[in-house]
């Protein structure tokens, strides 16, 4: 491979003069000798890595477009939660394919981040209106566990409302989608609910009911006339979650205005692709009163420093998984890119586009259903949206599948006999008429054609009467220019890695490369149904396999589950693999969970969500664990001990040299231990989580294994595990996957976000085991060049045996304390251009850093120079030139209006304000395009929707 070709030097930032520079600052010849230094001898591996050969880019998008190739793509009218759906070019271009977008952070820094906050704004109005509920989240993982997340949301209400009579049971209707179901019997039976599966027409009203579950239309297409059904719950105390699809609800009564308490659903068919499983982004509404026990994440309109409007992600200290061991939900990373895509479509069409999709659809149905009819077969469902469903003996079902597959049609044949067809909006009147074609030939009829004659058979009582998309955002967007302009416009707001690095500590914000990431859109990834025959999709099983065996060598472990959609979702799926095995082993009663104190708030979240039981093991003043707390815990539960939890290396940025003998005293008391891979990237080609002892562990492919964060999601969790608990891994409903004896399902796709999956597949093979050794290398290289042109200045707060940290480390910002807090340094990183690292985690007072090895020696540069400038700031300040409640760190940021202003009247230059160092004036700045937001405010003064236009022109 020509030097040129090579991605190794592409994806890795110094260049070998760079790190020559670089390790003479260290004091140091050679990056082993620096790896001998951090990482201990004692948990190295015996032998290299051995994934595979590294791949050019241009080689890798030849076999690419072969392995997509072995995938036929197929008209699927399969339904079942997943559509086919147009996605409006601009959009996919301008989002999709924009790293602008897809390579940003979560909007903790709203200040840098009211373009995709404005955008989660819309998407969450969208929500709203559609379900007629006034509170939506800016999105969750996927349908099955939206659903999942309101049964624990109406746990809590119901059984706080009625302390003294706890409920216990959760009704789930037949006729929801199957992989809810599936993923609704794992997430209550961890908790100790029964889930009981039956008719809603013959449900008992029960006062041991939570709450009841019902599909809206059905999962038979039947669109049901609940509102007797909720009456009457409501009149039991028992909550209404309904799983609703989004684009019917344009032209049906929405839940809200029939009493449902929260309605959940996918919004794919808003133009995301299907792409075999996801990403797509789930939606969960509810009502106002219910707003601090929502699960996931809120957009709220706050204001800021100067009184004017800014967003920002409201009860931001309430995010569930903060809340430990005392959370009901432990999601964290969600679906914000494909949130924001759906918000888009959906302004891009408006009302009467969304419902002229819709009414298109549903006269196709009708058409179709007529056509049936007259031909004999009667449809289950009398009225219809987008779904149709009949019964055919096992011949005639055989019959029709092989005469569709003639056609390359795929169908849902479900059990017993039924036969489930959902139309969408990518059904052209060409496919249309292929449809026909086929049934012409099953019925042994000449074609013919049938034209939608504009009936539907929705019922007048459950047409939807009331408006939607009000807001003006929803009418403003409907040319491609003014659309193209909207994106670019709150893309410009947003701070991502197109304009400098983004240091945040434990989330690895590395490359996303091109390459990587382009054929994720080919027609043969992202047109495909994740229900289809395997046989029809051999170019993902291929990738799937060859993910599995990458990962696993990576990891120690001999099997993988591509599953879970986020780390969270691998931490609570590992957690049950354990479970499992204990129980298996008899072992009911092993419930608890040692988790030390460092550990991320998604760890003792998603303990409890299994049904453990969380003991807080303590951490040293290094940062290490406590290996006698450790001892003494694990001996004092050692019959009940069902695991650790643990990170390495810690999220203190160190490799605990201790960590093979925690994990043996685990395994001594009986417990096995689960390792969360968070910070894998200090650790591919040098240790692995198997070889250190543990029993299984997830990664976090948005952070090691270069999924883009998006804004806030997508993510995937896979875990991997070793052979004890390799029977245990998760199964699915409709496909095949799994262990011999697998938990019910984690997510409603069997391979979780499948399409997501080729961006890391890509990364390994274009990096190859050397590459990838050679990734950590630098990634170590880079976090201990920071450190030591820091280390002067700041105090860092912990580091290993020989002075060294891993991949990340933490700057200790509370000596400063009387004078500024970590915040303060935080904003006014953003003046600097930077977004601030990660704040006040794992340590309060903190900021923790960590550079990846994607950034060079001049990026790694201009960071330190503005944090070595930030520090020169703060003398100032403790030598009393500027007071305590008016310098740059406490006014910053800085936005371009307040600089420019006839009134100045702070104690310091405009210059100083805004252009701290010489290049942000010559080569350009980034802006933030609000002040410091007011949080305070905006969870007083909650509002999640886009607010009336009135409020936008009052600041102007
Ligand atoms: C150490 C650690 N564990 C777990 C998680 C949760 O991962 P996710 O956001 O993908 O759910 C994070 C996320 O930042 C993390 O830093």
Known sequence: MSNSQNFEQRHIGPNPSQTKEMLDVLGLNSIDELIDQTIPKGIRLDSELDVCQSMSESDYLRHIAEVGGLNKV?????????????????????????????????????????????????????????????????????????????????????????????????????????????????????????????????????????????????????????????????????????????????????????????????????????????????????????????????????????????????????????????????????????????????????????????????????AIKNYLASNGIATINEKAFDTLSFKLDASEKEKLKAIMEQHEINLFYGRNGVVVMSLDESVDAEDFQKLLNAFDQYFGKNSHQVFPNGTSSIPNSLKRNSNFFEHEVFTKYRSETNMMRYIKKLENKDLSLMHSMISLGSCTMKLNAATELIPVSYREFADMHPFVPNDQAKGYHFIFDKLEEFLCEITSFSACSLQPNSGAQGEYTGLLTIKAYHEHHGDFHRNIALIPASAHGTNPASAVMTGMQVVVVSCDEKGNVDLEDLRLKAEHHRDNLACMMITYPSTHGVFESRIKLMCQIVHD???????????????????????????????????????????????????????????????????????????????????????????????????????????????????????????????????????????????????????????????????????????????????????????????????????????????????????????????????LRRVITDEWSLPYTREKAAYPLEHLRTEGKFWATVGRVDNAFGDRNLVCTCPPMEAYMEQD
């Open 74 to 366: 197929y008209k699927s009218y399969i339904g079942q939660g997943y559509y086919g759906t147009l996605t409006p070019s601009v959009i996919l271009r301008n989002i999709f394919h924009n790293p602008g977008w897809y390579t940003q952070y979560t909007p903790y820094q709203a200040e840098i981040a009211q373009g995709r906050l404005e955008s989660l704004l819309n998407f969450q109005t969208m929500v709203s209106d559609l379900t007629g509920l006034p509170i939506a989240n800016a999105s969750l993982l996927d349908e099955g566990t939206a659903a999942a997340e309101s049964v624990t949301m109406f746990e809590t209400i119901r059984n706080k409302k009625r302390k003294n009579n706890p409920a216990n049971k959760v009704f789930a209707d037949q006729y929801l989608f199957e992989q809810t179901i599936s993923v609704l019997k794992t997430r209550t039976s961890a908790i100790g609910l029964e889930l009981v599966v039956g008719d809603w027409k013959s449900f008992d009203f029960s006062d041991d009911y939570i709450c009841a579950l019902i599909q809206y239309p059905d999962a038979l297409g039947e669109i049901q006339d609940y509102r007797n059904f909720t009456e009457k719950c409501k009149e039991k105390d028992i909550l209404v979650g309904v799983c609703a699809d989004i684009l019917s609800l344009a032209l049906l009564v929405p839940p809200g205005e029939w009493g449902a308490d929260a309605v959940v659903g996918s919004t794919q068919r808003f133009g995301i692709p299907m792409g075999y499983g996801g990403p797509h982004a789930a939606y969960f509404a509810t009502h106002e009163e219910h707003k601090r026990i929502i699960p996931g994440r809120i957009i709220g309109v706050s204001v800021d420093a100067q009184g004017n409007r800014a967003l920002r992600m409201a009860l931001q200290t309430r995010e569930q998984h903060i809340k430990r061991e005392k959370a009901t939900s432990n999601i964290c990373t969600a679906q914000a890119l494909l949130a924001n895509m759906a918000a888009m479509y959906a302004l891009y069409h408006g009302e009467e586009g969304i419902k002229a999709i819709a009414t298109e659809i549903a006269d196709k149905t009708t």
């Open 669 to 895: 008391h009986g417990g096995l231990v689960y390792m969360d891979g968070a910070n894998m990237n200090a650790q591919v080609g040098y240790t692995s989580p198997g070889s250190i002892g543990a029993d299984v562990c997830h990664l976090n492919l948005h952070k090691t294994f270069a999924i883009p964060h998006g804004g806030g999601g997508p993510g995937m969790g896979p875990i991997c595990v070793n052979d004890k608990l390799k029977p245990f891994l998760p199964g699915h409903p409709i496909k095949h996957v799994g262990g011999s004896e697998g938990i019910q399902a984690v997510s409603a796709a069997p391979w979780g976000s499948a399409s997501i999956l080729l961006i890391s597949y890509a990364y390994i093979k274009m990096l190859g085991s050397a590459g990838l050794k050679e990734a950590t290398n630098y990634a170590i290289l880079n976090a201990n060049y920071m450190k030591a042109r820091l280390e002067n200045d700041y105090e860092i707060l912990y580091v290993g045996e020989e002075g060294r940290v891993a991949h990340e480390f933490i700057l200790d910002l509370r000596p400063f304390k009387s004078l500024i807090s970590a915040e303060d340094v935080a904003k006014r990183l953003i003046d600097y251009g930077f977004h601030a690292p990660t704040l006040s985690f794992p340590v309060a007072g903190t900021i923790m850093i960590e550079p990846t090895e994607s950034e060079d020696k001049a990026e790694l540069d201009r960071f330190c120079e503005a944090m070595l400038c930030i520090r020169k700031e703060i003398d100032e300040i403790a030598r009393g030139e500027y007071p305590l409640d008016s310098n740059v760190l406490f006014n910053a940021p800085h936005t």
